[in-house]
């Protein structure tokens, strides 16, 4: 169904809020019990001093133990301003979803990464 309200639709979350980053940045889990369909997950990365920046999705039953990468949720690794996308199905996903993303060969990077979906509704 078409819908010209998305914002009453659909939840945007940040998982690694928009920053210089120095280290390998794993976020808090989300629980995604309450979402319906297919979850979609950017990552965005600007300016790299050097090196790549790749990520991936990780998955687990209880949100603290577990954790696991989520089968093609997986980001390539990139040299600087990129915007990347994938779909997460969350029949694939355990309750508990986080990101990784792993800085390799440089100091720093400039980068954020989202996951929107559409909550059930009440």
Known sequence: MFTKD?????T?????QPGNKTTTQTSAALDIIDYEGDLLVLQSVGTLTAGTCAGTIEDSADGATGWAAVSGATFAAVAANQLQELKLDKRSCKRYVRY???LAGGP???????IAGQLKRQ
């Open 6 to 10: 998305l914002s009453a639709h659909l």
């Open 12 to 16: 945007v979350t940040a998982l690694v």
């Open 100 to 102: 990784v993303g792993t």
């Open 108 to 114: 720093d990077m400039n980068m954020a990464v989202i």
